[in-house]
């Protein structure tokens, strides 16, 4: 659809006037060139004021100047420039200074002397070659880690799932004693890296009804273990290994429950070669006010949508996992009102991302189709 004719069918849906036309314009024009257009899972032929014109008509119009305001000042869309930005940080601003910091306690030196003792900066060298980093999705990226890091880190450090089998251990741990030239060298720190985090239960959860801790974590220790095994106990890693978790970006929410969470789950992941303790750190963590349900009441007519405008349809076994039932402010409750360019998190209210066909549910239920303005790619059938 060509751009003008979109924005004169948006002005026709909100019933704006000519001043409020042209101030709405100037501002849909840039945030779609800067940000919006580039959303990878739009569908062939449209971007985002199609997709918001198309959206909006979903509501009644008495509805729709409600929802153009949450879109206008609440939305938050994190583009490729923000994302690239927070992945270029992550060595220098975290891996450096765990490295750093590991160094000094072990030397019992200050961390300003580190890289001025030359038997403190072979030290801190070996164990950056030491350090392995896994991607725990395909947001982990990788690649960009890798070439942001040039010199630093070896295309031998950088893998891009945890879950891998012990012939890729094994090629792992050789190329690590072979750069080293030491046959007993082992991993000494290992970083799992994700994009997102908004409640932590697909990192780490505990299911009642089977009474254990499953999660992405749960799944590399297992894989770790079998690798040893096959590797007949070849120990991957030092007694003594860290292992931390990073995510660019972070809900305060899932901040402060991920540590309470491992701790609990502590005893029963506790095994043979895991570490005591688990370090999680955050390129960025989101503020406490930034749920819609947290801000003073700003929202509350946008919230009475996301009742009103809800097909249960789309709560499955896996959604079930976050402790709510009804998604309307999406997955565990969250009510984030954010986009990620490559997929919009499921913990954000489902107005954004859910898409349904609506008709006849459960218990006299006839549920409205849901059309999402930033659909999501979900990674679970």
């Not at 002397?113 to 060298?125: G, S, Y």
């Not at 292992?243 to 029963?268: D, F």
């Not at 007519?301 to 996301?306: A, E, G, H, N, S």
């Amino acid at each position: 659809m060509n751009q003008d004719l979109g924005l004169n069918i948006l002005s026709r849906i909100l019933d704006w006037n000519d001043e409020r036309a042209r101030n709405e314009f100037d501002w849909l024009r840039l945030m779609a060139r800067l940000k919006y257009d580039g959303y990878r899972d739009f569908q062939a032929g449209m971007r985002f004021i199609e997709s918001l014109a198309t959206w909006l008509q979903q509501f009644t119009k008495a509805e729709r100047e409600t929802a153009y305001g949450f879109i206008r000042s609440a939305l938050v869309y994190i583009g490729p420039s923000e994302m690239q930005r927070l992945v270029e940080q992550f060595y220098p601003r975290e891996v450096r200074d765990r490295l750093v910091r590991t160094i000094a306690a072990q030397r019992e030196i200050p961390m300003y002397r580190v890289l001025a003792d030359l038997e403190a900066t072979k030290a801190l060298n070996r164990l950056r070659r030491q350090t392995l980093f896994m991607g725990l999705s395909d947001g982990a990226r990788v690649d960009i880690v890798r070439h942001s890091n040039v010199g630093l880190l070896t295309n031998e450090q950088l893998v891009v799932a945890t879950q891998v089998d012990a012939a890729k251990w094994k090629d792992l741990l050789d190329k690590l004693r072979e750069d080293l030239k030491d046959q007993e060298a082992r991993f000494a720190m290992v970083y799992l890296i994700d994009d997102f985090m908004g409640t932590g239960t697909s990192l780490l959860s505990y299911n009642k009804v089977k009474q254990k801790w499953g999660g992405k974590l749960v799944r590399f220790k297992d894989s770790m273990q079998a690798a040893a095994e096959a590797l007949e106990n070849d120990q991957l890693f030092q007694p003594d290994w860290h292992l931390c978790v990073h995510h660019y970006i972070g809900s305060a929410h899932a901040k402060k429950v991920i540590e309470e969470r491992a701790l609990e789950a502590n005893t029963s992941l506790t095994g043979a070669g895991w570490p005591k303790t688990i370090h999680f750190s955050f390129g960025t963590v989101l503020p406490d006010d930034f749920p819609i349900d947290k801000a003073g009441g700003r929202y509350d007519d946008f919230i009475d949508l996301t009742k009103k405008y809800y097909d249960p349809i789309i709560q499955t076994r896996h959604t079930d996992v976050g402790g709510v039932t009804h998604l309307g402010l999406g997955y565990g409750g969250c009510a984030l009102p954010l986009v990620l360019d490559h997929n919009t998190p499921n913990n954000s209210v489902a107005l954004l991302w859910a898409e349904t066909e609506g008709g006849a549910r459960d218990q006299d239920i006839d549920a409205p189709a849901m059309r999402p303005l930033f659909r999501r790619r979900q990674r679970h059938a």
